[in-house]
């Protein structure tokens, strides 16, 4: 299994001093995350995209090049780029580069967005919010099969016989799915032979088993080989249970309450959280050893090849960040790696 981390780049109230942190100095953070991670063995590192005053990276590939030049083998992706509000060509083209620059480490993990201030911001509607995501999703497959692309849609200018470059080191270079709540999305990933990125931060993760199932089943009846699974989650890290709790409380809450209040959530509580970071709740929280618990615990429902934790829900302290990213890589996903390829070996 791979382990990683993503983030949005989040930009709240540093709990510590007080004070908004400035967009200079958590992209600047952000940095030394991903250069911890790379250090310690984490797989892969995800950049999402938002447009919002609360994140800081609406440009990931941006990001992702910056980092590309401070790792050595680290994978680098988005988490995700909303590819219904952007041009296809140029997000082939921006990672094609990054695929160059990092000698064959990115990829593209691409969905239709959970929030919507990109779309008045680049001129679309939201009323074609559906059509624009599966338009252009099958015109950025077309841009990695073929060096030369004839291409037509509804909204975007058709393409004659034109060259798309940079091409890449990777043939073809990965795209990933993400898939939030909507059946219909893991189906699309299946028959596309596409790997799936299944984000969940709420509820029963055993909810979310026939996604999978939905996935692989779609895929098989298209005659693509099982594609890769990854579970996407939130969580934090810290030497013990009750540390973890605590740092990551107040910015969980924070950033769930501001989501809440736009989308008809009631605030969060103390006992919701605690009750989330039980075995079968959606929040990796907790010391090393329940994360690996918990892990594991997932995998038997889901089988994936990936698992990817958003340490940052909310601005923290940036020395407990490093610590999170540091027990991950050290101590979690080898344990985790060895408990799997231990069952695998069974016979």
Known sequence: MEIGIYTFGERTVDPETGQLISP?????????EIELADQVGLDVFGIGEHHRPDYTVSAPAVVLAAAGT???????????????SDDPVRVFQQFATLDLLTQGRAEIMVGRGSFIESFPLFGYDLKDYDE??????????????????TWAGKHRPSLDNLGIYPRPLQNPLPVWIAVGGTPESAVRAGMLGLPMALGIIGGLPERFAPFAQLHREAAQKAGHETPHLSINSHGFIADSSQEAADIAFPAFKTMMDRLGRERGWPPLTREQFEFSLSLRGANFVGSPEQVIEKI???????????????????TLPHKKVLRAIELLGTKVAPAVKREIARTNRKP
Do not use: W, Y
């Not at 615990?297 to 089988?303: L, N, Y």
């Open 296 to 314: 594991l615990f997932q995998h038997e429902i889901f089988g994936h090849d990936r698992f990817l934790l958003q340490l940052t829900v909310g």
């Open 132 to 149: 624009l995501f599966e338009e252009k999703l099958d015109l950025l497959l077309k841009l990695r099969e073929s060096e030369r692309v």
């Open 70 to 84: 401070r790792t050595k083998r680290i994978r680098l992706t988005s988490a995700v780029n909303v590819l219904s």
């Open 24 to 32: 200079g100095e958590r992209l600047q953070n952000l940095m030394e």
